[in-house]
């Protein structure tokens, strides 16, 4: 199983001391649950340290049964020269309130422009906007929420239903899924709403191996984070601050790594105890950017990809739908071992250092 032994916990605090840190983003609403676990198989054959999953059972149980499968296999892995991790932490995505990474689009597809061209369908990155036979709109397990499509509608049409994660509820599934790490989404704005969540999951840190908080930037930031911390220290347990700086952006080019980078220097000069993990629009730029600043490990401990390592193996998992009915992507080796290639170019500049 997954779950997370001692000397596999001192490896994932290992990378974090080095600064190699590669957290797998899969999507806090992301539910397609056959790239679930094939992200989850891929990337970690490819070394990741933890896989950051949505609050939901489905999506638990198929991203370790894709870490299953990568341990079965770990060891053509190694004879492929990939320095795999074995067991990555599960890290489980909560909220204190509104937040967008926490939502859905949704519109109504016969109050659409009959002679529209779709810009909504070509933006999204999730292809979670579809007009066929099997389906008119959004898919909803596909969409994570970006909101790429909102503003481009022209008869402003789709909105969103955001969904807030009940931290008890998440937290009681400690007795059945071996669940290492929880991380809490907040914002400046939600002081109490966190407080709340903290009650809660303060009195579970026994049962975690890890805590993080994820907070968006802004130029006040600091005053927020510094409430927070506050309210929580000491923590018994490793902390990692989530510098989200364009949250849901890693996919879009360069330019979107420069915000998280800069709000890690804001950080690490509070001085708050914890890791500093960047996210919001990290990239296959984002490494050689923190080399060249000279940021690793002094800096920053991490780097978490959500978006840019979903589209990285989206042709590897296209090709598996179009070749089977199953999800298995194991059976398939030439493909399986495309996809930890293509992950792997992801991950490589952080572990080799
Ligand atoms: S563009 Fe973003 S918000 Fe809109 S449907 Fe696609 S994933 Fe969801
Ligand atoms: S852009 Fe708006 S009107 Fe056009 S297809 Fe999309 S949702 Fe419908």
Known sequence: MASLTKSNLLTALDSLSRGNWFKLICGASYQHLPSIRNLALVYTLAGADCIDVAADKAVINSALEGIKVAQKISSEA??????????????????????????????????CLTNCTRPCESICPAEAITFNQINQGVIEELCYGCGRCIPICPVDIIETESKIVPAADVLQWLDIFPMDAIEIHTQEGHFEHFQAVWQTVKSYLPQLKLIAISCPYTTTVTEYLTKIYQLISPVEIPLIWQTDGRPMSGDIGDGTIHLTIKY???????????????AGGTNEYTVQKLHSLHLIPEIVNGVAYGSKARKLIADTLHQLESICDHNQLELYPDLLWQGVQQARELVKPLKVQ
């Open 78 to 111: 190694i004879a492929l020269g990939y320095k795999t991790h074995k067991n990555p932490l599960l890290m489980i995505s909560i909220n204190d309130g509104e937040d967008p990474h926490f939502r859905k689009a949704i519109f109504n597809p016969n109050q």
């Open 264 to 278: 890690a220097q804001q950080v690490k000069k509070m001085n708050l105890s914890g890791f500093i993990q960047l």
